[in-house]
């Protein structure tokens, strides 16, 4: 987390460090994470309930963006919108042999939070929960709500454990106004643990590669 940067602070300069920005679901590489009316009881980016545990992008139907940032161009002045983050490689680094071969072999129907289902936006894809990249890093794919199919009996244990691992071992925090928070995606889970009330809330998104 960079804190107390200036208000025009180069954020697409600065992340391209990081590699290529990449476009969104509106194609374009800035998404802004505001209240939403129409989905504003939503638990997606663009409502202002909580969202529930989940990686970036794990319903595209192409690799997800390694890194996440999140610019905080104004915070909710009524002290909600608290962010968390979990490393779940540990979690995965304690599975068994039999469930690291069904979540690197058995495929699952990813699909998008049905608020950005309802603004035309969302969309599916068959994944494994555990993969590599091209450059051979395990890329972790979880949602909490998007994943069906396949074993149900693992999944539902394999979910329920994780939440409690989730909740056992992340980190909250509320992001400053002109803060730039960087994450791996491949290894972050993250959520949005509270509910907030102040539509003047304002974060900008980007997935870099």
């Not at 208000?7 to 920005?21: R, T």
């Not at 009881?41 to 970036?56: N, R």
């Not at 994780?162 to 491949?186: A, G, P, R, V």
Request: net charge negative.
């Amino acid at each position: 987390m960079l804190n107390e940067l200036p208000d025009n602070f180069n954020c697409i300069e600065f992340l391209s460090n990081f590699g290529v920005l990449m476009p969104q679901y509106n194609g374009e590489i800035e998404w802004h994470v505001r209240t939403h009316d129409s989905i504003e009881y939503s638990k997606c980016s663009l409502g202002k309930m909580e969202v529930s545990p989940h990686t970036e992008y794990y319903e595209g139907k192409e690799n997800p963006p390694k890194y996440l940032a999140l610019w905080c161009v104004n915070p909710a002045s009524c002290g909600g919108g608290t962010f968390s983050l979990c490393d779940s490689y540990p979690f995965l680094d304690n599975l068994t042999d039999k469930e690291n071969e069904i979540i690197q072999n058995e495929s699952y129907l990813f699909q998008s939070e049905q608020g950005l289902m309802k603004l035309g936006v969302g969309s599916s894809a068959q994944h494994k929960i555990l993969s590599l990249s091209s450059s051979k890093e395990r890329i972790f794919r979880f949602n909490t709500t998007g994943m069906n199919d396949g074993n149900r009996l693992f999944l539902d244990s394999f979910r329920d454990r994780f939440l409690e691992f989730y909740q056992d071992t992340c980190i909250s925090f509320l992001q400053e106004k002109f803060s730039l928070l960087i994450w791996n995606n491949y290894r972050m889970v993250h959520s949005r643990s509270s509910k907030f009330s102040d539509k003047t809330r304002h974060l900008v998104r980007f997935w870099i590669n």
